[in-house]
């Protein structure tokens, strides 16, 4: 039987009960791994002895209680694993290992995952796409096109089968813009939920999985959370608290220890007002016609599930836009302080150049990002659940080495290409990223699905609602 290709869920269920060993199912990925990676390029870093890491949690008096038990999981690169050096996709950073793992990989680690590799990614995570010094990710659905970034590997080993679940990090979209690229699904948590990465961007980035089915993703969200009631948000958006008098593990596979789903058109049951945004960037900024009738589709296929649906006309402030563009900036300047320029790619250079001159010019978009959090979102969002968006304005471009740009030709290509995400970063509003549909081009559609604070639930069981009307497909080549 061939584990690689499996779900989490399938995975971590056999290992307990015994019906393969986690070595196997380790040893079967890193082979997977090892053939498709060449054509994609998702690993700046393959761990072998992950073998021995799986061998190890074999032994463990508490296999039977884990809820990712043996299940293989790619980290960004960005993330510090101990004995690992973490380079952020960039050539100017330490090499030196990490003493300790960060407070999500021990998380997974906890729950029974065996981290085989970490995964490319832009330089510092500046970029929508996915090239740095460690190479070219290719999109497993096109190898001529970007994966989207900056989780650029991470969404690219899911999605080529490599491992069923990955992390990432989100600061301008960086988990929805690659999961949309990739058909592939993503979530974005709210702040406080999932322990945040040490170059936090002031705040707006946040750490999140990828998955191939909602089911997954509730149960990676589960464990980088540290909250066992959202592994089942997924069937009936929300949290789910298990029955501790019944209780062997928080996320065991038995469905009585869980409470029972509330009957539909009880005031507990799962009926959203659903608003969709087909077209929400400012004027002058296009959006393609089939991302805008993925948008409708999903909402249509949410107001037969049962939801309240309604059109929500209005389109994002103009003045947000280049708030988002300016917090970005400065965030470049920031990160790229203290390293050695030199040894730097010129887009990151000019990035972090015009952050220093808008700092000193006091036009760093802090402003606008306290209005809009204040209370701009909020008026704008209106009285919805949830809100459906394109999660990308436009197709991935070619996967180049995008790197060499310098200002100007870097802003404009990240804007047209994901400017509906960063949004939700400037206001800390939990979002995610549902596979749609096929695109004219080949390539996947996935819409955006937004909750206000406290929604992830919502979103989770939308995702869920939303995937049994249209399955999960793998790209050719990777099935």
């Not at 010094?133 to 899911?158: D, F, H, K, L, Q």
């Not at 990739?182 to 945040?196: D, E, T, Y």
């Not at 040490?198 to 999140?208: I, K, S, T, Y």
Request: hydrophobic fraction near 45%; charge should be neutral.
């Amino acid at each position: 039987m061939l584990w690689a290709g499996r779900t989490a869920i399938e995975i971590a269920s056999a290992v307990r009960h015994g019906d393969v060993p986690a070595t196997t199912v380790v040893e079967e990925h890193l082979h997977a791994i090892s053939a498709r990676d060449p054509q994609v390029g998702a690993f700046r870093l393959v761990r072998e002895q992950a073998v021995d890491e799986a061998r190890a949690l074999q032994k463990r008096r508490d296999l039977a209680e884990l809820p990712l038990a043996g299940v293989p999981v790619a980290v960004k690169d960005n993330l510090e694993v101990a004995g690992e050096s973490s380079r952020g996709g960039s050539a100017g950073t330490s090499d030196a290992p990490a003493r300790e793992d960060h407070e999500t990989v021990a998380r997974l680690r906890a729950a029974g995952a065996v981290i085989v590799g970490l995964t490319n990614m832009p330089e510092l995570g500046l970029a929508a796409f996915g090239d740095s010094a460690y190479g070219i990710v290719r999109n497993p659905w096109n190898p001529e096109r970007t994966p989207g970034g900056s989780s650029s590997g991470s969404a690219a080993a899911v999605a080529a089968g490599m491992v069923p679940i990955a992390v990432g990090g989100d600061g301008l979209g960086s988990l929805r813009i690659p999961a949309a690229a990739c058909g592939v699904l993503a979530i974005k948590p709210g702040p406080g939920l999932v322990p945040r990465p040490a170059d936090d961007w002031d705040g707006l980035v946040e750490n999140g999985p990828f998955a191939t089915t909602a089911a997954d993703l509730s149960l990676a969200l589960s464990v980088l959370a540290g909250d066992p009631a959202l592994a089942e948000a997924w069937r009936g958006g929300r949290r789910v608290e298990p029955r501790p008098a019944m209780l062997r593990s928080v996320w065991a596979d038995d469905d009585e220890v869980w409470e029972p789903q509330p009957p539909p058109g009880s005031p507990e049951s799962f009926d959203l007002r659903v608003a969709y945004a087909p077209q929400p960037l400012p004027v002058g900024l296009p959006m393609d016609r089939e991302y805008q009738a993925a948008v409708q589709a999903a909402a249509e296929t949410l107001r037969v599930a049962g939801h309240t649906v309604v059109e929500h006309a209005h389109r994002l402030p103009f003045w947000l836009g280049p708030a988002a563009i300016a917090f970005w900036l400065g965030r470049a300047a920031a990160a790229a302080d203290g390293l050695d320029r030199r040894r730097l790619e010129r887009r990151t250079r000019s990035l972090a150049r015009a952050g220093r001159v808008l700092g000193a010019l006091k036009l760093d978009g802090v402003r606008g990002r306290e209005r809009w959090r204040a209370y701009g979102a909020d008026q704008w969002f209106g009285d919805a659940d949830v809100l459906i968006m394109p999660a990308l304005a436009t197709t991935p471009p070619r996967a180049v080495r995008s790197g060499a740009r310098g200002l100007v030709p870097s802003v404009v290509a990240n804007l047209r290409f994901a400017p509906a995400t960063g949004a939700w970063n400037m206001c800390g509003w939990p979002a995610g990223t549902v596979p749609m549909a096929t695109h004219s081009s080949g390539l996947p559609i996935g819409v955006q699905l937004v909750a206000p604070p406290g929604g992830e639930p919502h979103l989770l069981g939308l995702a869920a609602q939303l995937q049994a009307a249209h399955p999960y497909v793998r790209p050719p080549g990777y099935k």
